[in-house]
């Protein structure tokens, strides 16, 4: 992972992250400069960002939103108050509302990126300084140190481009923490087609069906925030297993990039998941990120006991192909 550090210090009033890269300076200063490379890291797991306003100049401003699985939003602003390319920037940051002004009563952090190169790379050293300690532990108890941590430990991928990161990996499954799970896929296709896959019927018919020997026998999807969908599989003539099923709703969709749904197993008191859908195209090849968070440890385990990434991976597998045709 690209962190190798962050210490908050209570006399010196800052928080500082450490983190180094398997690439030159140049090439990290443009991910930290240019929003479109910024969205695809700069939220944390589950929050993704955006960044509509982006004026990178001294004096000029940035604003950004992070939004939950849930549609709920966090908005801040940066101030760029120092640009020194490709060496770092230094901005001000305040929690903000949805028209980028201050938050009253909120903490205001003047940050320093500092951009440098190593043996192998480069290293980037983030300062937070606060204006009194209290401010500092207000943002720690926000989450800031976890949440910046998987933030940038999601860089890599940007600086080392899609394909190189994910392209003949196949369906790769990372667990984050005890509750949370990150399944990444490579899909060669644009955004717009797998995004389609996942929300028509009768695409997903051909291509969500898991290992072979199983066929779909309900498909029914309503994508709306708030429409239903259920789905169940019987196995073919010769192949062992039962048939079994899972429903759920959408909570948020922003097409063609974020779809949040829930997923239970139908006939069973077993708790839901979320399921966090992100797809991210680059090059002709599309990135599908898949967080899911477990009620608890044991469902995690006991889930992924179950044979899933191998399911996924068929059946990611065979999309390529239903793509291909389209």
């Known amino acids: 992972m690209p962190v190798t550090d962050v210490t908050t210090d209570p006399e010196a009033l800052t928080m500082t992250l450490t983190a ?171 955004i717009d087609l797998v995004w389609r896959a996942h929300q028509e019927p009768e695409l997903l018919e051909k291509w969500m069906l898991g290992p072979d020997g199983w066929r779909m026998t309900v498909c029914e999807v309503d994508p709306a925030v708030g429409g239903k969908y259920r789905y169940q599989w019987a196995p073919t003539e010769g192949t062992e297993g039962e048939p079994f099923g899972f429903d759920g709703e959408t909570v948020l969709s922003e097409a063609p990039r974020r779809a949040v749904t829930t997923e239970h197993m139908t006939g069973t008191d077993y708790p839901s998941t979320l399921n966090d859908l992100n797809l991210d195209e680059e090059d002709g090849a599309t990135l599908i990120t898949l967080l899911i968070e477990y009620p608890d440890k044991e469902t995690r385990d006991i889930v992924l006991g179950t044979g899933m990434t191998e399911g996924m991976e068929a059946s990611y597998a065979r999309l390529e192909g239903v793509l291909a045709a389209v």
Do not use: C
């Open 20 to 190: 180094d890269f398997d690439a030159p300076v140049e090439r990290l200063w443009a991910a930290f400069t240019e929003p479109q490379q910024l969205e695809r890291f700069w939220g944390p797991p589950g929050w993704p960002a955006r960044f509509p306003t982006f004026d990178f100049s001294v004096g000029g401003r940035a604003v950004y939103y992070m939004t939950s699985p849930q549609g709920e939003k966090s908005y801040g602003s940066w101030e760029f108050l120092e640009i020194d390319a490709p060496r770092g920037f230094t901005v001000l940051d305040n929690f903000a509302n949805e028209d980028g002004a201050p938050l009253e009563g909120m903490p205001v952090m003047r940050v320093v990126f500092t951009f440098e190169p190593t043996a192998t790379g480069s290293r980037m050293v983030n300062v937070s300084h606060f204006a009194s300690a209290d401010a500092l532990q207000q943002v720690v108890d926000f989450g800031a140190v976890e949440g910046s941590t998987m933030a940038i430990n999601q860089l890599d991928r940007v600086l080392e481009g899609l394909r190189a990161y994910a392209a003949g990996k196949g369906t790769q499954t990372e667990i984050l923490d005890d509750t949370h799970v990150r399944i990444t896929r490579l899909i060669e296709g644009p």
